[in-house]
């Protein structure tokens, strides 16, 4: 299937907000996630919006979601070194986990 | 509560040496399985998934193959590993009914075959 896509790598100083983006493929996808990778862990659910959504916000996290371009993105607020990690969006394709579509990953680096 | 392990953690092989990996998930029953391989600068690609015991979905044709002997237990193998085998593996469950997306996942197994 097509990627979904996403820059590799961000840097942020602490405190500063970090914004994260993503361009799925599938403008019928019903959810759209983001999910938390910490290091030498597996993937947790960071949250997610559903596709009649334009904006998700849960504390210092904001999701934006852009149908008419396929565009996802994810800010955090106040960024801390514990936010440090790989953010994988995902998207829905279908019913059932085999359409859940991971994106490549974004590394962000909080600089003390 | 649920949970889900995997083992080794860490695992260097030679080429052509067999491979396996397993998981298993505590405190719930009758997950859908899945087996995850993570490359450098790749996302999350789908290898395997499982809805029940012996019920295996091959996503991608390659060089391994999965079983579900029992119905929290989920094995990942090889009989000849390749170099092109390396990677991170992560193995997940989720509810069969009213699936919204959410995957529990364990902690990967990090192969490197040399």
């Known amino acids: 299937g097509e990627d979904v896509e996403q820059s590799l790598f961000l840097s942020v100083r602490e405190g500063d907000s970090s914004v994260i983006n993503c361009t799925y493929t599938d403008s019928s996808s019903t959810y759209l996630y983001w999910y938390k990778q910490e290091p030498g862990a597996g993937l947790q659910l960071l949250t997610y919006i559903f596709s009649n959504m334009d904006m998700k916000q849960d504390q210092r996290l904001t999701v934006l979601l852009n149908k008419k371009d396929k565009h996802l993105s994810l800010r955090i607020a106040d960024t801390q070194t514990g936010d440090s990690a790989i953010y994988f969006c995902?998207?829905?394709?279908?019913?059932?986990?085999?359409?859940?579509?991971f994106g490549t990953g974004t590394r962000l680096t909080v600089i003390p | 509560s649920q949970t889900i392990h995997q083992w080794p953690a860490t695992l260097v092989q030679p080429v052509g040496s067999p491979l396996s990996l397993e998981c298993t998930v505590e405190?719930?029953?009758?997950?859908?399985l899945y087996w995850y391989r993570q490359a450098a600068g790749r996302g999350l690609q789908l290898l395997f998934y499982?809805?029940?015991?012996?019920?295996i979905s091959s996503e991608v044709p390659q060089n391994l193959s999965a079983s579900r002997p029992q119905d929290r237990q989920f094995i990942l193998s090889s009989k000849k590993l390749l170099l092109s085998d390396s990677g991170f593996y992560l193995c997940?469950?989720?509810?069969?009914?009213?699936?919204?997306?959410?995957?529990?996942f364990g902690e990967g197994s990090r192969l490197t075959v040399l």
């Open positions: 405190g719930t029953s009758n997950p859908n």
């Open positions: 997940a469950w989720s509810v069969v009914r009213g699936f919204t997306g959410e995957l529990f």
């Open positions: 499982s809805v029940g015991i012996g019920q």
């Open positions: 995902a998207e829905s394709r279908g019913a059932g986990a085999n359409n859940l579509f």
